[in-house]
Each structure stands twice: as C-alpha cells, then as structure tokens.
C-alpha cells in the first residue's frame, strides 16, 4: 500500500487542507473498511477499481468513480472490488463552501456524483483526472478547476475560520457555549453560521474532534485505561464516551484495530 500526502497551492491554501493519493492491491486493502467522520468533505477520484458501499440500510451499491463525500456524523462503510487508485482533494470544514452547488444539509452522509455539482464541467473534470499519469498532473488539473470557480464565486467568513480554529485548537474540548460568551455572539446565530457554512453544528463538529483526538491516541498507543481517556476527552463517564466513539467508528474503544479502521487512519499515520 503506497500513501502520499501533497499541499495545495497557496491560493487555495484556505480552501484545501491538502491532497491524498492511495494506490493498493485488493490483497493489501481490508475487506471493510469504517471511515470516520473528520470533519471535512472530500472530492474523491477513482482511477483504479471503484468501492461498493454498505448503507446502514438496505443493500450495498457500487459508487460512482468521481463523488463528493459529505459532512459525515456516522461511520461509511466501503468495501474495495479490486486495485486502489485514488485521489482525494480534503477541504477545511468551512472550504468547500465556494464551490458548491447544492445545500450542505443536503449531501449530510452522502456520495455526490461530480456530474450532479458541476455538470458536464464536472463531468470532463473526472475523466481528465482519471486519465491522468500521475498526482502531479492531478493536482495541477484540479487546482486550475477550483481556482477558475474560486474567481467567480470566492466567499471567506473570518469569523467561521476563527470558530473553527477555536474548536480544532481544543480538539473539540470547547463549550459551545463557553465560546459564544467569549465572543459575545448568541449560541444560536453561532450554530447557524457554522451550519451553514460547513454542514455541521458547533456541537457536532466539537464531538467528531473529539472522537478523531481519542482516535489519534489509540494509534499511537497513548492510553492507560479507557476511563482516562473518556476524561482526557471532556466526556462526564466512560459509558458516554463509549457510545459517543462507537456511533461514530462503528466499534468499541475496546474492540479498537488499527487494521480494521486503516482507510479512514492511514494518513494520520503519515502527519
């Protein structure tokens, strides 16, 4: 399994987090794989075999090749049919704002085919990223495609970015409402702007913070008992944390595999 992580250009730098690229043979890749909830939407590219998904309801369906994937408050289950080629573009919380086409309460959980933001612009977008030779030439295909939509429609909110940076600061650990007293704006008007610009409310996205901080210490083995770990993370009881962590991952903290979880953690691995 090759993974490489690349950084936007500086003008999209407030938009993009940074770029992925996986390639891995089906016998290198999990069976399941549980994505996380992170707190950002990505532009997914399969050049090489597409997944087939496993809804919490109903029967599993293969994706499309080229999707948006929204905000998620639940794991996404996904099961690989062949070789892994893909390219991920991972925007801020608040970054893909500029670009879409479609409410963020919309895409809540969802796979967006690329045709159904953007059209056949999106439709020629895919091919040419699919039909690329390597990440470079990927890279330089997308940043031309959001920079030329970035002109006509660039949209920054400082005091989203601000409230973000709050959250991510504390790894979720911020009060929603201790941080609307600290900037003496109502907790309402704060849930509504962060909402709206990035499909998750303040308390949603401080519980997936949360979540990714006891993740992130599971990986590298920093945890003497559960219990500390629950109030490492703000959570009143290990019971709580407990539900909290297997709403979002599908398992237990307890039942914690790095292997079972690899396609959601495997970038984490390479900060």
């Known amino acids: 399994m090759t993974a490489a992580i690349f950084e936007p250009s500086e003008r999209l730098k407030s938009f993009v987090e940074c770029y992925w690229n996986l390639e891995a043979t089906l016998a ?31 029967h599993a369906y293969l994706l499309p090749k080229c999707f948006l994937i929204g905000q998620l408050t639940r794991p996404f289950v996904v099961e690989p049919t062949g070789f892994t080629g893909s390219f991920v573009v991972r925007f801020h919380p608040h970054g893909f704002l500029p670009f879409s086409t479609i409410p ?25 990223i699919l039909f690329s030779k390597n990440h470079e030439e990927r890279i330089q295909i997308i940043e031309a495609f959001l920079l030329d939509r970035l002109a006509d429609n660039e949209i920054t909110d400082s005091f989203v970015s601000s409230a973000i940076a709050a959250f991510r600061g504390t790894q979720g650990k911020l009060f929603v409402q201790t941080y609307s007293h600290q900037i003496e704006i ?10 709206s610009n ?17 993740l992130n210490a599971l990986l590298k083995n920093r945890v003497s008992s559960l219990t500390d770990l629950a109030y490492e993370n703000d959570y009143f009881d290990q019971s709580h944390f407990i539900k909290d962590f297997k709403a979002f991952t599908g398992i237990t903290p307890k039942a914690f595999d790095e292997g079972y ?6 970038f984490d691995t390479l900060k």
């Open 104 to 128: 963020f309460k919309q895409i809540l959980n969802k796979a967006i085919p690329i045709e159904q933001l953007f059209g056949e612009k999106g439709y020629q977008l895919g091919q040419r």
């Open 261 to 266: 979880l690899k396609m959601s953690l495997i």
């Open 198 to 214: 990035t499909g998750l409310t303040p308390k949603q996205l401080a519980k997936t913070l949360r979540i990714q901080s006891a």
């Open 28 to 58: 290198a890749t999990p069976t399941i794989n549980h994505i996380v909830p992170d707190g950002t939407m990505k532009l997914i590219f399969h050049y090489g075999d597409t997944y087939r998904y496993h809804p919490p309801q109903g």
């Open 186 to 195: 109502h907790r309402k008007q704060l849930t509504r702007k962060l909402s």
